[in-house]
Each structure stands twice: as C-alpha cells, then as structure tokens.
C-alpha cells in the first residue's frame, strides 16, 4: 500500500517559484516500478495531468503551458522510498489550483504522453493549494 503526502504548496506573486514535494513510501512491493504524476485541479475544473516521470527517472513529460517553466524530478531514497519534485518558475495566475502527486505501476510516460485519465491512478496524496496572485 503506498502512501503519498505534498507539501510545498502557498501564495506567490506573478513570475515567482515554488517547489512542491511528494513523499511516497511503500509497505508492499518496490517503487521501483511506479511511474509518477503531477496534476492540477483549478476551482470548479477537472483535474488535468502537468507533467509525470516514469519509474526510472529517465523520461518526464510536462503539458505545453509549463514547457521551459516547470521541472519534474524524483530521488529514490531505497526501493519503497521516494520524493518526487515539481519545481514551478515563472508562474503564472493560470497556475493556480490544487497540485496531486499520483503514483501508479501502470502508468505511460514519455516525452510526448502521459496517462492523463485520473481513474488510471491508483494512488493519490492529498493536494496542495498553488495560488499565483498580485
């Protein structure tokens, strides 16, 4: 069963940076094979899919609106501990909403694709609020 908690989220000016964090921990099998996503959910709007990073680190993918503004990472800590990083830059007021970590051993990730549909996902933190504000 894995477990994911965020933090990192908070109120930030136009054109400022945030880095949120995913801690996801396992008491089952490795993480070694679980692709991660980063999604975000604006008020009264469907969660949409940001940027993911498969199981190895190697390939990450980001939505054209964060392309050049945002960073995914993950650093594996053992075989059922990681951290998963979305460094935010330049932001923008559009980047505001509530941020997910997801995780899923199931999940396809390229430079081009994600597994955008949400129901893919087995594993979910609890969010974080981004709001980008003057």
């Known amino acids: 069963h894995l477990q994911l908690v965020e933090s990192g989220g908070g109120l930030v000016q136009p054109g400022g940076s945030l880095t949120l964090s995913c801690e996801i921990s396992?008491?089952?099998?490795?993480?070694?094979?679980?692709?991660i996503g980063w999604f975000r959910q604006a008020s009264g709007k469907e969660r949409v899919g940001v940027s993911a990073i498969n199981s190895s680190g190697d390939v990450k993918y980001y939505i054209d609106s964060v392309k050049g503004r945002f960073t995914i990472s993950r650093r594996r800590r053992d075989n059922r501990k990681n951290v998963a990083y979305l460094q935010m830059d330049s932001l923008k007021p559009e980047d505001t909403g509530v941020y997910f970590c997801a995780a899923d051993a199931g999940v396809v990730v390229t430079e081009t694709y994600m597994t955008e549909d949400p129901t893919e996902y087995d594993y979910w933190g609890q969010g974080t609020q981004v709001t980008v504000s003057s």
């Open positions: 396992n008491t089952g099998i490795t993480l070694d094979y679980y692709g």
